[in-house]
């Protein structure tokens, strides 16, 4: 891994074994970017690389040159309204209202090792060993402000992590009106863009379409990641599928409104941009202040999709989750939601810890309904003190009971939110956010507490610290459910900073709190997925998936959000039956087959289950606690999509190739269907598997190419007695172990 300077050309190249990035200082002070993507020989100048021509209408930098136009020369973090004509990464405005900025190469630095981001999330390194960055000044001397542009390049993975700082320094003020974290222009437009799409109860479902001329973009103005699109994108080539082809992708590590846009211009070249929302963004720098972006994390593939999530997966488990349960199994837990709602007393909530307790779940958490006079989503939040008239034991007082029982306990907060009903309402009505002068809308009767300021940050700190000082609370589930509507802070300095610096409220209640209760194991939640973002990741290892568990409809979701996010992150829970959101009836099998994959739990009154299925889930927990680590931390592979059809199939192998899980599921049930095969991936050649304990192993190569069989009676004329497995909505698992004597069985 290096970055390299060539000083006669003035071209950086930031490589690994994997991939090579490469941009230079062009002639007007300004970078222009050379290439991206598989890695390749260094040299002094790329310079072929750097086309230009004379085209009618565009704007020429230089007199007597009809050469040099900004409108089509590939850029690193282009400006607007001074030569380039596309979709710009940042505008800023002068005191005197001009947009015209001309920032030019000042100097650099390379060094071992990452800086952290203050206040914001980001990737990091353990030693400085593992990545090199590059700092590139660039200097605007009309307004003196600098642009330090960041690009670290780690040893291991194909990815460039980047971001931006403005420094300003000159007497006049300036105004950023839009400051995104990346641009990646691309030298052709043949690409399609995969995005993850949705809605509450359907997030992340992935939806592919080709590039066309003009701008596509995926985007939240709510505040908050979103249910209907993810900061995260894919370019990749037509012919890339799961095991081959090219792919680039882009992640944002934010968990606010972001915009992530690509636009084709009409000489083909795509531009790829992505950073906080520059709708309702507004921030003004007086002199001697600054202001930073959140990172973003390009990636490159050539071995197609798996391998291009399986680099987020690796670098977002290790490098951006932190924290003393980063690399730990995740315990299994069950959770009060769907069992109770908020209509629970101790006694209902310990039926289930027993019951939970007999069944070997090792977490009890209790949801929403605890605190204040919270009896329904009209009153309480805001208020984080225990209703004892629900709980008159109190929150310690519970959570000492569950501990007695060997378990662990933890519990819910919505600490962004206020309902007009509470205490701290009419205390504090002015800390909601809205325009007084204006009706606020709510969002299921809630509103949204003003987090960028700091007294409100704080206020909601003490109480909840007053909680976890006396409670003894192993993991917290932070919530938050409804969007921001109305943005408006009765004393922010500037309107336009408000949506941003919520989200940095956010992230300095996390870190308070995870500063002073490090072993607290943080799963985010905003109604199941709308905040299922890499920014969370970064204090929150594990995230609510959705608030859909019906089996069938987590499988497009966890498929989905796998594209972008490790399994270990992918909070996942076999619910009752008939499912709560769809009233389908599904196997208890199948509600574990697809919820084991992720940070798994129950989410159903376990107190009142048949024999049979308190049986059968203590059997899941056995299975669980037994390869858990293997489903949370192996190299996850998708095998085939349940969006091209009737089955689902993905694997987990381990990082020794000595043991692997197959997860294989079928919607409908079928009858003389065609045969039926698993071309499983990631598997060593060489070794044999026995596969759920057979007799005889199977080579690794025949399971890669020949195909798993998977048939069944479905391939004839199904003869088979229904017994509650073998209708619609079947799965089964594989364990392959390998046969060799020297390998352990986990
Ligand atoms: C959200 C969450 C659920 C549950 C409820 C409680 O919808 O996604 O899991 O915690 O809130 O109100």
Not at 107 to 112: C, F, P
Not at 239 to 264: H, K, M, P
Not at 273 to 288: A, K, N, R, V, Y
Not at 637 to 645: A, D, I, K, N, T
């Amino acid at each position: 891994m290096a970055i390299i300077f060539h000083e006669q050309s003035k071209t950086f190249h930031l490589y690994n074994q994997q991939i090579s990035y490469i941009f230079k200082v062009l002639k007007n002070g300004s970078l222009g970017q050379l290439y991206f993507g598989k890695r390749i020989h260094d040299k002094e100048c790329f310079d072929e690389l750097f086309e230009m021509r004379k085209r009618s209408m565009a704007p020429y930098t230089y007199e007597g040159d009809m050469l040099f136009s900004l409108e089509h020369i590939k850029q690193e973090y282009p400006g607007f309204n001074h030569g380039d004509l596309r979709y710009p990464a940042f505008t800023i405005t002068h005191e005197n209202g001009s947009t015209v900025n001309e920032y030019v190469y000042a100097s650099h630095s390379i060094y071992q090792g990452k800086k952290s981001i203050e206040g914001l999330p980001s990737t990091y390194v353990e030693s400085d060993g593992e990545a090199t960055t590059l700092e590139i000044t660039l200097h605007e001397s009309h307004t003196d402000t600098d642009m330090i542009l960041y690009y670290t390049i780690y040893e291991t993975y194909p990815v460039i992590c980047r971001h931006v700082k403005f420094m300003h320094y000159g007497m006049q003020s300036i105004t950023l009106d839009k400051a995104l974290s990346v641009c990646l222009d691309l030298p052709d437009c043949n690409y399609e863009m995969l995005e993850l799409t949705g809605t509450w109860c359907r997030e992340r479902h992935v939806e592919w379409r080709k590039l066309m001329h003009g701008v596509q973009s995926i985007y939240s103005m709510r505040g908050h990641s979103s249910h209907q699109y993810n900061p995260f994108l894919v370019l990749k080539r037509e012919n890339t599928d799961e095991r081959s082809g090219e792919a680039y992708a882009c992640s944002l590590v934010y968990s606010g409104s972001f915009l992530g846009q690509v636009e084709v211009d009409n000489h083909n070249v795509t531009r790829m941009t992505m950073g906080i929302h520059p709708d309702q963004f507004e921030w003004t720098l007086q002199q001697g202040e600054s202001f930073v972006t959140p990172e973003a994390v390009l990636a490159y593939s050539e071995n197609g999709m798996n391998a291009l999530s399986q680099t987020y997966h690796k670098l977002y488990q290790s490098r951006l989750a932190r924290g003393v349960w980063r690399d730990k199994d995740r315990p299994i837990l069950v959770n009060n939601w769907e069992a109770t709602y908020m209509d629970f007393t101790e006694e209902k909530l310990m039926n289930i810890v027993h019951a939970a307790k007999d069944a070997g779940i090792e977490l009890f958490v209790l949801d929403d309904g605890w605190f204040g006079k919270r009896n329904d989503d009209h009153a309480g939040l805001g208020d984080w003190f225990c209703n004892m008239e629900k709980l008159p034991c109190g929150i310690n007082g519970l959570s000492r009971k569950i501990h007695e029982e060997g378990m662990m306990f933890g519990l819910w907060i919505e600490p962004e939110m206020v309902n007009k009903d509470s205490d701290l309402y009419r205390m504090h009505p002015d800390w909601v956010m809205n325009d007084p002068e204006y009706h606020c809308c709510h969002g299921r009767n809630q509103y949204v507490l003003d987090f960028s300021r700091k007294e409100v940050v704080d206020a909601i700190y003490e109480m909840l610290d007053r909680i976890l000082e006396k409670a003894d609370v192993d993991y917290i589930k932070w919530d938050m459910n409804r969007s921001m509507s109305e943005v408006y802070s009765n004393c922010a300095p500037q309107q336009g900073r408000v949506v941003h610096a919520y989200i940095l409220g956010v992230y300095r209640l996390y870190e308070m709190l995870l500063k002073k209760y490090p072993n607290i194991l943080f799963e985010s939640c905003s109604s199941g997925g709308a905040r299922f973002d890499a920014g969370m990741l970064y204090y929150a290892p594990q995230c609510w998936c959705s608030d859909d568990t019906d089996a069938v409809e987590r499988m497009m979701i966890q498929y989905g959000t796998s594209f972008a996010y490790p399994i270990s992150s992918i909070g996942a829970h076999v619910s009752a039956c008939p499912n709560h959101q769809l009233k389908r009836m599904t196997p208890l099998n199948t509600r574990f087959n697809v919820a084991c994959f992720g940070a798994f739990g129950y989410e159903m009154d376990l107190s009142k289950l048949s024999k049979e299925e308190t049986e059968e889930i203590k059997q899941q927990v056995i299975f669980m606690k037994q390869y858990r680590h293997l489903i949370q931390y192996g190299t996850f592979y998708r095998l085939v999509s349940p969006f091209e059809g009737n089955t689902m199939a993905w694997m987990v192998v381990s990082s020794d190739q000595k043991h692997a899980i197959v997860g294989y599921y079928k919607i409908l049930q079928s009858v003389m269907a065609p045969f039926q095969r698993l071309y499983l991936q990631g598997l060593a050649p060489d070794k044999k598997y026995r596969i759920n304990t057979s007799k005889e192993g199977l080579y690794g190569d025949e399971l890669m190419s020949c195909g798993m069989v998977v048939s069944d009676a479905s391939c004839g004329e199904n003869e088979e007695v229904y017994n509650g497995r073998n209708g619609d909505f079947q799965s089964r698992l594989y364990v392959l172990e390998s046969e060799d004597e020297s390998d352990e069985k986990i």
